[in-house]
């Protein structure tokens, strides 16, 4: 039989990039499924800036860190091949937080059965997380409607590139922050966002203004950095603050501050933040929210696929260059 | 006939205290009502934080500034002297935005006429903007559940003695933030708060972890200043922050940079800025609200009056640095 390979956490990050000594790759036996458990054999794990915080020690978080030694976590698309469980069948597709390793034994709570005709790439860069944060960021969060404009930062990102489309789909003005100009390029010419600026370009002040002359209404967050507070400057009254990321200052040991409160209290600006987690229930109805605009073509995609689960580790850095070319994801 | 003796806005603060040449003392007219209109004697003004914010230059706030050479906005109170408007009679008692003036002449339009048996200053410190604007942000954005702590800086203000005492009706615990051990006395011995911290004593993080330790879920922000971060830091899982007031950063060339993002994320947190401009027409539901916790004498007040039109322009200075006790009011 072969063994499950598996990456085990065993030292948190504290700033800078991730390193392999953070992890190590261990063989475990592949346990065969009780009564009521289901073995699953993964093919492509999806890798998230969200990662960051399970990898803390953060116990105040939204969610309890990656305990030490314990399979890092990640969500993950694969096939039953074993079932002791009523419910999966062997040979099922099946979505669900299998962690960083080949095989994936559970009870079968939080799986999810992948019944779409699309191929992993697809599913795990629309109807996984990223879909579903963005539908929930978006519409329960962001509030948008129809002549607003909307800006989302990390816009070629998982989270932000469906963030746009959506936005687009519902009539809004739709501009787009990103790290490169090939991204600029790609949400513009390919996703039909209405501007793009390149946070590593110079003006970054005179170009929200040419590109959001009637103000800003939603306000996406996905990264931080310097355009924060150029783009909160800029906010038009009642607007939504979505902050779902703030990925320019997870590796840092002192995290950036926020802006003044003193544009809240005069543009009655609500900023709220959110996780996924607290929403879990809600997926069905996310999923049927978002399913429209994907049949209807709305929604484009771009997967950017690591080959094997080691290259996991190093992938992850792949967030902090903003190098990354759309969907994280490895394929087992 | 007597003059309308009126101060005027005539330079703006560009920082600092506010000092007599931002105003000028003027002689006006008065004008006898014409057809639909109303003469008002003025009996009491009220003085607030927000005043700051409509002296400034801001054309982008919740409310267009008052403009140079006009008379400086105000709420007040005051009887009916003559009447061409069915809806109001001589002898009402009226409520209103009279400015800094002795007699106020208008079409009705935003007043109400206070029915209440109460003295001018009650009426002024409880179900004047202070108290309303206590109820909308408490209830509405706050909502606050019992059994949860909440934190109210300003306590001992207009607004923060109004929230923290309605916080404690509906079963709350309440911690106030003061600048006084005399106010912080005040609301813990008259008002039946929990606790009270002096903002210019010392170990302030150690004194809000005893006073708090199970986490803060409702932060009512009326002051800004070194305490913010401070209880930012210690906001439970879905905490709300009402933005109602940051006097400490009306004064300042640079307002103080506002917490990071993170822990919005971490603990999805809502923060909330509100301004009662946009609530105007939902005032007779607040007072419907308040009148209760009035009645039921849940609602201690006290005013600080100041004698005479003049004094309402050094009367301001008393925000900044926090020697008014209770509403502060100019009796004309």
Redesign the interface.
């Known amino acids: 039989m072969h063994t499950n390979t598996a990456i085990t956490l065993v030292k948190r990050p504290t700033g800078g990039p991730i390193t392999a000594d953070n992890f190590a790759i261990t063989a475990l036996p592949i346990i065969s499924p009780k009564d009521g458990e289901v073995l699953i054999k993964q093919q492509h794990l999806s890798l998230d800036p969200a990662m960051f915080?399970w990898m803390s020690a953060?116990t105040?978080?939204?969610i309890p860190p990656v305990a030490l030694g314990d399979v890092m976590r990640s969500s993950g698309i694969g096939e039953v091949i074993e079932s002791n469980n009523p419910d999966f069948a062997v040979g099922d597709r099946v979505m669900g937080m299998m962690g960083w390793q080949h095989y994936y034994l559970g009870n079968g709570q939080g799986l999810n059965k992948v019944t779409a005709p699309l191929p992993n790439e697809a599913v795990l860069s629309v109807f996984a997380l990223p879909g579903l944060t963005a539908t929930q960021g978006l519409f329960k969060v962001g509030k948008p409607k129809a002549g607003e404009t909307l800006i989302v930062t990390g816009a070629a990102g998982s989270v932000g590139s469906i963030v746009g489309q959506l936005a687009k789909a519902e009539g809004l003005q739709v501009i787009g922050v990103v790290g490169s100009d090939e991204k600029a390029n790609w949400i513009v010419n390919e996703l039909g966002f209405d501007g793009a600026i390149n946070y590593n370009s110079a003006n970054l002040d005179e170009q929200l203004e040419k590109l959001a002359p009637n103000g800003i209404d939603v306000f996406f967050?996905n990264t931080?950095g310097a355009i924060q507070p150029l783009i909160f400057a800029r906010l038009n009254?009642h607007a939504r603050v979505v902050?779902?990321?703030?990925i320019a200052?997870y590796a840092k040991q002192i995290?950036?501050?926020?802006?003044?409160?003193?544009?809240?209290?005069?543009?009655?600006?609500?900023?709220?933040?959110?996780?996924m987690p607290?929403h879990f229930a809600e997926i069905p109805v996310l999923l049927e929210k978002l399913t429209p605009y994907v049949m209807a073509g709305q929604i484009k995609h771009r997967s950017h696929v690591l080959e094997g689960l080691a290259s996991a580790i190093d992938g992850l850095n792949l967030f902090f260059s903003g190098a990354n070319k759309g969907k994280l994801m490895v394929k087992l």
Chains 1, 2 share one sequence.
């Open positions: 915080g953060d105040q978080s939204y967050e931080g009254a902050v779902c990321g703030l200052d995290p950036t501050l926020g802006p003044s409160w003193l544009n809240v209290i005069k543009k009655r600006i609500t900023i709220q933040g959110f996780t607290d």
